[in-house]
């Protein structure tokens, strides 16, 4: 017969290895409920990016890295974009470059060279890069997306072209808080083009004249 005294602390023993159970099965819950939230966290970002942004403005800094050269000079401009297909891009050191879109046409103009090059945007716009950010929000038309984690305190997704007549093999999206942080764009010969995003300010007022490019007098200019 099993000591009374006995049996009582058997089974508090099991009492507790119970509790603990369901205690570590409860954790599991939370635990893959936050994991679960987390890997929607970035693609939510996206999503809501995409269909709650109409137009916005900020500053980035853009940096080239590859296999084979040094690293190039970052490069740092502003921006501005109106969806869908209408931006600015404005490169302003080490040199001066801009990229206008009316919607329509793109307008890149060199001033070094004082040369403006305009080609028709067409349907190039829906799997490259700057279909995300300018672009129409049909999105998962274009793009295979997935999560990919939590890096540096940004959580960060990947997009891969569904069209194979683009540069770029995948592109990876940043948010920071529910805000657009980054990007980083691999092309098919390795090289990545990091862009870091601040001062990201969503659905302002903009002036439709940002996205009118007028040739200075003089330049030179080259139809695509």
Do not use: C
Not at 105 to 131: E, F, R
Request: proline share 5%; glycine share 8%.
């Amino acid at each position: 017969m099993i000591d009374p005294a006995l049996h009582a602390v058997i089974a508090r023993h099991r009492r507790h290895r119970r509790t603990v159970r369901r205690i570590a099965i409860g954790l599991g819950i939370v635990l893959l409920a936050i994991v679960a939230n987390a890997r929607a966290g970035s693609l939510d970002d996206l999503h809501s990016f995409a269909t709650q942004t109409r137009t916005a403005k900020g500053n980035f800094t853009q940096k080239v890295l590859s296999r084979t050269q040094k690293p190039a000079q970052p490069t740092s401009g502003d921006f501005v974009f109106a969806r869908p297909g209408k931006f600015r891009w404005t490169y302003s050191k080490p040199f001066e470059q801009l990229l206008v879109a009316d919607g329509t046409k793109l307008s890149i103009y060199d001033k070094d060279l004082n040369q403006v090059t305009v080609s028709k945007l067409g349907d190039a716009l829906g799997s490259s890069p700057a279909a995300i950010l300018f672009g129409s929000n049909d999105i998962d038309r274009n793009f295979d997306l997935k999560d990919t984690g939590e890096r540096d305190g940004v959580s960060w997704l990947e997009a891969t072209p569904k069209s194979k007549g683009t540069n770029f093999e995948k592109i990876s999206i940043g948010f920071r808080g529910g805000e657009l942080a980054a990007m980083e764009l691999r092309d098919a010969l390795g090289q990545v083009t990091m862009l870091e995003f601040s001062n990201v300010e969503r659905n302002p007022k903009v002036d439709p004249s940002a996205f009118v490019f007028v040739p200075p007098k003089g330049t030179d200019v080259l139809q695509n």
